[in-house]
Nanobody, 124 residues
Framework: QGQLAESGGGSVQTGGSLRLSCAAS????????MAWFRQAPGKEREGVAF???????SYAEPVKGRFTISKDNTRDILYLQMNSLKPDDTAKYYC??????????????????YGQGTQVTVSS
């Protein structure tokens, strides 16, 4: 197995943008669904963006139209571009990998592995 290491979090004002990165072991880029989850204080961890092995993306309703998941296969990096950020987006964001390439596990809230997370804080 490999590792997932997130970076790019920070503090922004409402309406701002951030791009999160996840450096992933090549092990995960060959055949795994990749996803981003987040967990706000006092709330359960939730999936926000998913990328399956066919390149199909899907998003949680609260982030549709604002967040974009993508990956660079040459550098083994997963990205989450976040635009039009809102205070409700404040959370710790986690990169995740699901052994089911079509994200069945991740979409059910149970990917195989998470990274350590990176904090995103959006102020009003």
């Amino acid at each position: 197995q490999g590792q997932l290491a997130e970076s790019g979090g920070g503090s922004v004002q409402t309406g701002g943008s951030l791009r999160l990165s996840c450096a992933a072991s090549r092990y995960y880029f060959s055949g795994y669904c990749m996803a981003w989850f987040r967990q706000a204080p006092g709330k359960e961890r939730e999936g926000v963006a998913f990328l399956d092995i066919d390149g199909k993306t899907s998003y949680a309703e609260p982030v549709k139209g604002r967040f974009t998941i993508s990956k660079d296969n040459t550098r083994d990096i997963l990205y989450l571009q976040m635009n039009s950020l809102k205070p409700d987006d404040t959370a710790k964001y986690y990169c995740a990998a699901d052994q089911n390439g079509y994200c069945y596990g991740a979409l059910s809230g149970a990917p195989e592995v998470y990274g350590q997370g990176t904090q995103v804080t959006v102020s009003s």
